[in-house]
T-cell receptor, first 115, second 116 residues
Framework: AQSVAQPEDQVNVAEGNPLTVKCTYSVSGNPYLFWYVQYPNRGLQFLLKYITGDNLVKGSYGFEAEFNKSQTSFHLKKPSALVSDSALYFCAVRVLMDSSYKLIFGSGTRLLVRP | NAGVTQTPKFQVLKTGQSMTLQCAQDMNHEYMSWYRQDPGMGLRLIHYSVGAGITDQGEVPNGYNVSRSTTEDFPLRLLSAAPSQTSVYFC???????????????FGPGTRLTVL
């Protein structure tokens, strides 16, 4: 079955330290992968995507993600976390189901950056 | 551009009532979709549309209807509300990627629905 998983419900990191939010996927064919962020009481905002090309993708707010085909992973990273990065992060993957493309979202990871 | 707008922001229904959640976008996106967000379950696709006059079911379509008479509007109808439909509902729109499927999605602010 095609799926996307975020194995951590919450990630805690100190401000200034690097952060990683994990995402693994299982899809047929070439994966299209996305990261979104959700601040409290807001809709989701697009951060970055991997379609093809370089395995390291740079996105908004200093975030980047590394695509690893052998490990079927697409982890979100930032070299130096800010308190304002505290939010809910979702990984999503495009899948082909019933002859049409859809996006499947992970269950989300809450990032807490402490001062 | 207003982006994706949703109304209402909050709604309380009694079991068995019906209502329509409104969604509109002004970016001329062909692809529109409705998701529900429940704690610990991420976003689940309810229905989606690849253009005016074309709709299809997502992962959790039961109890919901949609229509797409224009490119801009994509309303979601709850036929007979049930407590299991208590959730936060998000509408999203996007262009199509050249290789197929939706591109980056633009989300509305959400509708928080409670069914008693």
């Amino acid at each position: 079955a095609q799926s996307v998983a975020q194995p951590e419900d919450q990630v805690n990191v100190a401000e200034g330290n690097p952060l990683t939010v994990k995402c693994t996927y299982s899809v047929s064919g070439n994966p299209y992968l996305f990261w979104y962020v959700q601040y409290p009481n807001r809709g989701l905002q697009f951060l970055l995507k991997y379609i093809t090309g370089d395995n390291l993708v740079k996105g908004s707010y200093g975030f980047e993600a590394e695509f690893n085909k052998s490990q079927t992973s697409f982890h979100l990273k930032k070299p130096s976390a800010l308190v304002s990065d505290s939010a809910l992060y979702f990984c999503a993957v495009r899948v082909l189901m019933d002859s049409s493309y859809k996006l499947i979202f992970g269950s989300g990871t809450r990032l807490l950056v402490r001062p | 551009n207003a982006g994706v707008t949703q109304t209402p922001k909050f709604q309380v229904l009694k079991t068995g009532q019906s209502m329509t959640l409104q969604c509109a976008q002004d970016m001329n996106h062909e692809y529109m979709s409705w998701y529900r967000q429940d704690p610990g379950m991420g976003l689940r696709l309810i229905h989606y549309s690849v253009g005016a006059g074309i709709t299809d079911q997502g992962e959790v379509p039961n109890g919901y209807n949609v229509s797409r008479s224009t490119t801009e509007d994509f309303p979601l109808r709850l036929l007979s509300a049930a407590p299991s439909q208590t959730s936060v509902y998000f509408c999203a729109s996007s262009y199509f990627e050249l290789a197929g499927g939706p591109g980056e999605q633009f989300f509305g602010p959400g509708t928080r629905l409670t069914v008693l």
